[in-house]
């Protein structure tokens, strides 16, 4: 397998213009995470999905921000307008059956709103 | 809810030398608890859980982390490190009667120095 597929890997866009970013989970597993890391917050879980089903995006921060799941194969969070703010890695990870065995991380997109 | 709190942001140690990355958690119904690693510029890969059963649980790589629940702790150890134990540690905590999202803590930099 291989693993949690993130892309792109570096995104640098202006301010105002929309940003995609795609996630491919491992097949097979039922839970999606879309996590942000910055040096100043830290790992901050936006949201995540359960058999493509969104059930807590309590960490999204504000309307910019959106997330899809339309298969079990890919999702999708996207900004729109981006803002320097949302500077940040952003990373995917999906796991079976929840925490008990753990996430598997992507590599993370860097973005960079300028 | 549930927190975790990694006592030490940064932790120098030379090689060979012993290390130990404090973790403690704090919550009101039982818990699972992980630790994670993240090298640079990569996500975040699973190092060891504790589930239930043996306090003392260990990873292959050397690692091993001692669940406490009178001190609601979860240090991480290795006897000897090696500079390729140079990267960002995470300690993370869920709830172990439900499914219920990881909470992560904020990160220990381990820097071997030659």
């Known amino acids: 397998d291989a693993g949690v597929i993130q892309s792109p890997r570096h995104e640098v866009t202006e301010m105002g213009q929309e940003v995609t970013l795609r996630c491919k989970p491992i097949?097979?597993?039922?839970?999606l995470f879309w996590y942000r890391q910055t040096m100043m917050r830290g790992l901050e879980l936006l949201i995540y999905?359960?058999?493509?089903?969104?059930?807590?995006d309590s960490g999204m921060p504000e309307d910019r921000f959106s997330a899809k799941m339309p298969n079990a194969s890919f999702s999708t969070l996207k900004i729109q307008p981006s803002e320097p703010r949302d500077s940040a890695v952003y990373f995917c990870?999906?796991?079976?059956?929840?925490?008990?065995?753990?996430?598997?991380f992507g590599s993370g997109t860097r973005l960079t709103v300028v | 809810a549930q927190s975790v709190t990694q006592l030490d942001s940064q932790v120098p140690v030379f090689e060979e030398a012993p290390v130990e990355l404090r973790c403690n958690y704090s919550?009101?119904?039982?818990?699972?608890l992980f630790w994670y690693v993240q090298y640079p510029n990569q996500g975040l890969q699973l190092l060891l859980k504790?589930?239930?059963?043996?306090?003392l649980v260990e990873s292959i790589n050397g690692f091993e982390a001692e669940f406490n629940k009178s001190q609601t702790s979860f240090h991480l150890r290795k006897p000897s490190v090696h500079i390729s134990d140079t990267a960002e540690y995470f300690c993370?905590?869920?709830?172990?009667?439900?499914?219920?999202?990881?909470?992560f803590g904020p990160g220990t930099s381990l820097s071997v120095i030659p």
């Open positions: 990870a999906s796991s079976w059956g929840g925490s008990v065995y753990g996430y598997t």
């Open positions: 097949s097979g597993h039922d839970y």
């Open positions: 999905f359960n058999n493509n089903v969104p059930i807590d």
């Open positions: 919550s009101s119904v039982s818990v699972y």
């Open positions: 504790y589930l239930s059963g043996s306090t």
């Open positions: 993370a905590v869920t709830k172990a009667t439900s499914y219920d999202k990881v909470i």
